[in-house]
Each structure stands twice: as structure tokens, then as C-alpha cells.
């Protein structure tokens, strides 16, 4: 039985496959929600990576990780210097919010007013900390 190829793979002579067979988690893990591909041709040479937006943040933020330490604050956020960082922050200001992340803020905020916590803007106002 042979494997039905895809459209792709009969023009361009090249393969799709998944991209922890090309790049071991250790140095570039993605989440398992998150899908990535490279294109590769007969010899396995990569031709183009292919990312979902949630993929090319976890590359992106591995990259980030390792100049946060070792930059100064004022070169980490500069876009030209860190631009991973940049488009990290370009791209998640563009997505919408996760629903079970905005759920937890409630149920946050809920628990903390059934448990009596005060509030910082309560606690600066009534220490005069802001004008």
C-alpha cells in the first residue's frame, strides 16, 4: 500500500513534516496546542517553516528568554536590538483574549472579595501614597 501524497508534495518535489522532527523540544519546545511544520525537500534540507500565531510565540519567547538576562533594560525593549521581544508584544496585543484566562480573572477577583482583600488603590488612598 503505498501513501497518498499530498498536492504540495507531487508539485515541489517537497515534504511537509512536523516541526519536532527537525528541531528537538530541548532547544526549541512548542506547547502541544500549538502547531508548526517545516517543508523540506528529498534530502531533508528545510525549505520554509510554517507556524500558527501560538507556535511562532513559543519560538519567539525562547529566543526572548535568553536576552532577557543578558541585556540592559532599555536594549531588551528595543526593537531593533531584541526584535523578538518587539513582535512578541506586536502580536499579542492583536489576539483576542483567551476565554478560560478571563474566566480565572473573575474567579480571581471573586475569591479575593470573598476573602475580604482590600484593594491597592484602597490601601494608597487611604495611606495618601498618590495625590
Do not use: C
Not at 506547547?31 to 517545516?38: D, H, I, L, Y
Not at 518587539?86 to 479575593?112: F, G, K, M
Request: a positive charge.
Amino acid at each position: 500500500m503505498t501513501k497518498k501524497k499530498s498536492p504540495l508534495t507531487k508539485q515541489t518535489i517537497n515534504q511537509l513534516v512536523q516541526w519536532e522532527k527537525i528541531v528537538p523540544k530541548s532547544v526549541l519546545p512548542i506547547e502541544k496546542t500549538s502547531r508548526a511544520g517545516v517543508i523540506v525537500d528529498r534530502n531533508g534540507a528545510p525549505h520554509f517553516f510554517i507556524f500558527d500565531a501560538f507556535a511562532l510565540l513559543d519560538v519567539l519567547s525562547a529566543i526572548d528568554d535568553k536576552l532577557v538576562d543578558r541585556l540592559s533594560t532599555e536594549a531588551y525593549h528595543s526593537k531593533t536590538i531584541n526584535p523578538a521581544g518587539w513582535l512578541i508584544d506586536h502580536i499579542e496585543e492583536r489576539l483576542p483574549l483567551n476565554p478560560v484566562y478571563i474566566q480565572s480573572l473573575r474567579d480571581a477577583i471573586t475569591d479575593a472579595q470573598k476573602k475580604g482583600w482590600i484593594p491597592f488603590n484602597v490601601i494608597e488612598q487611604e495611606l495618601k501614597l498618590r495625590s
